[in-house]
Nanobody, 121 residues
Framework: QVQLVESGGGLVQAGGSLRLSCAAS????????MGWFRQAPGKEREFVAG????????NYADSVKGRFTISRDNPKYTEFLLMNSLKGDDTAVYYCAANIRIAAVATADYWGQGTQVTVSS
Protein backbone atom coordinates (compact mmCIF):
# COMPACT_ATOMS: atom_id res chain seq x y z
CA GLN A 1 0.00 0.00 0.00
CA VAL A 2 0.95 3.63 -0.53
CA GLN A 3 -0.17 6.45 1.73
CA LEU A 4 -0.47 10.01 0.39
CA VAL A 5 -0.65 13.12 2.54
CA GLU A 6 -1.37 16.52 1.03
CA SER A 7 -0.59 19.92 2.49
CA GLY A 8 -0.55 23.54 1.42
CA GLY A 9 -4.17 24.34 0.73
CA GLY A 10 -5.87 27.44 2.03
CA LEU A 11 -7.56 30.72 1.20
CA VAL A 12 -6.02 33.03 -1.38
CA GLN A 13 -7.16 36.07 -3.30
CA ALA A 14 -7.76 35.90 -7.03
CA GLY A 15 -4.50 36.38 -8.88
CA GLY A 16 -2.50 34.92 -6.02
CA SER A 17 -0.47 31.73 -5.71
CA LEU A 18 -0.40 28.57 -3.63
CA ARG A 19 1.84 25.53 -3.60
CA LEU A 20 0.45 22.13 -2.73
CA SER A 21 2.63 19.25 -1.58
CA CYS A 22 1.96 15.54 -1.45
CA ALA A 23 4.23 13.14 0.39
CA ALA A 24 4.08 9.43 -0.35
CA SER A 25 5.02 6.67 2.09
CA UNK A 26 4.76 2.92 2.26
CA UNK A 27 5.47 0.89 -0.88
CA UNK A 28 6.76 3.92 -2.75
CA UNK A 29 8.87 1.77 -5.08
CA UNK A 30 5.62 0.79 -6.81
CA UNK A 31 4.84 4.38 -7.84
CA UNK A 32 5.18 5.08 -11.57
CA UNK A 33 3.26 8.34 -11.83
CA MET A 34 1.60 10.89 -9.61
CA GLY A 35 -0.80 13.73 -10.16
CA TRP A 36 -3.47 16.07 -8.93
CA PHE A 37 -7.22 16.10 -9.32
CA ARG A 38 -9.79 18.52 -7.99
CA GLN A 39 -13.46 18.43 -7.14
CA ALA A 40 -15.65 21.49 -6.79
CA PRO A 41 -19.04 21.34 -5.04
CA GLY A 42 -21.63 19.65 -7.20
CA LYS A 43 -19.08 18.66 -9.84
CA GLU A 44 -17.22 15.50 -10.68
CA ARG A 45 -13.58 15.01 -9.81
CA GLU A 46 -11.40 16.25 -12.66
CA PHE A 47 -7.80 15.80 -13.70
CA VAL A 48 -5.50 18.78 -13.14
CA ALA A 49 -1.91 17.66 -13.77
CA GLY A 50 0.24 14.55 -13.86
CA UNK A 51 3.92 13.63 -13.84
CA UNK A 52 5.74 10.41 -14.62
CA UNK A 53 8.03 9.35 -11.82
CA UNK A 54 11.05 8.31 -13.85
CA UNK A 55 11.18 10.55 -16.92
CA UNK A 56 9.39 13.48 -15.35
CA UNK A 57 7.03 13.92 -18.29
CA UNK A 58 4.15 16.21 -17.43
CA ASN A 59 0.66 16.87 -18.69
CA TYR A 60 -2.00 19.37 -17.73
CA ALA A 61 -5.67 20.06 -18.09
CA ASP A 62 -6.29 22.85 -20.59
CA SER A 63 -7.87 24.95 -17.87
CA VAL A 64 -4.62 25.19 -15.91
CA LYS A 65 -1.95 25.19 -18.64
CA GLY A 66 0.41 28.10 -18.27
CA ARG A 67 -0.72 28.77 -14.69
CA PHE A 68 0.01 25.54 -12.79
CA THR A 69 3.28 23.64 -12.62
CA ILE A 70 3.68 20.10 -11.35
CA SER A 71 7.05 18.87 -10.12
CA ARG A 72 8.54 16.09 -8.01
CA ASP A 73 11.33 15.34 -5.58
CA ASN A 74 12.21 11.74 -6.35
CA PRO A 75 14.32 10.87 -3.30
CA LYS A 76 11.61 12.16 -0.98
CA TYR A 77 8.70 10.73 -3.00
CA THR A 78 7.01 14.09 -2.86
CA GLU A 79 5.19 15.94 -5.58
CA PHE A 80 4.24 19.60 -5.76
CA LEU A 81 1.67 21.71 -7.56
CA LEU A 82 2.52 25.37 -7.90
CA MET A 83 -0.62 27.30 -8.73
CA ASN A 84 -0.27 30.84 -10.05
CA SER A 85 -2.82 33.39 -11.28
CA LEU A 86 -5.54 31.63 -9.32
CA LYS A 87 -9.16 32.21 -10.30
CA GLY A 88 -12.46 31.62 -8.58
CA ASP A 89 -13.01 28.58 -10.81
CA ASP A 90 -9.96 26.98 -9.21
CA THR A 91 -11.80 26.71 -5.89
CA ALA A 92 -12.08 23.02 -5.07
CA VAL A 93 -10.79 20.21 -2.93
CA TYR A 94 -7.50 19.11 -4.46
CA TYR A 95 -6.53 15.45 -4.29
CA CYS A 96 -3.14 13.88 -4.73
CA ALA A 97 -3.12 10.60 -6.63
CA ALA A 98 -0.55 7.92 -7.39
CA ASN A 99 -0.54 5.43 -10.23
CA ILE A 100 -3.20 7.17 -12.24
CA ARG A 101 -4.76 4.69 -14.63
CA ILE A 102 -7.29 6.72 -16.57
CA ALA A 103 -7.11 10.44 -15.86
CA ALA A 104 -10.33 11.27 -17.71
CA VAL A 105 -12.40 9.23 -15.27
CA ALA A 106 -10.29 9.91 -12.19
CA THR A 107 -9.06 6.35 -11.76
CA ALA A 108 -5.96 5.81 -9.66
CA ASP A 109 -4.57 3.22 -7.30
CA TYR A 110 -4.04 5.60 -4.39
CA TRP A 111 -5.59 8.84 -3.21
CA GLY A 112 -4.81 11.42 -0.58
CA GLN A 113 -7.42 12.81 1.77
CA GLY A 114 -7.74 16.11 -0.10
CA THR A 115 -6.89 19.70 0.73
CA GLN A 116 -9.21 22.66 0.30
CA VAL A 117 -8.23 25.53 -1.98
CA THR A 118 -10.48 28.57 -1.89
CA VAL A 119 -9.93 31.55 -4.18
CA SER A 120 -11.72 34.72 -3.19
CA SER A 121 -12.54 37.49 -5.62
Amino acid sequence: QVQLVESGGGLVQAGGSLRLSCAASGRTFTIYNMGWFRQAPGKEREFVAGISWTGGNTNYADSVKGRFTISRDNPKYTEFLLMNSLKGDDTAVYYCAANIRIAAVATADYWGQGTQVTVSS
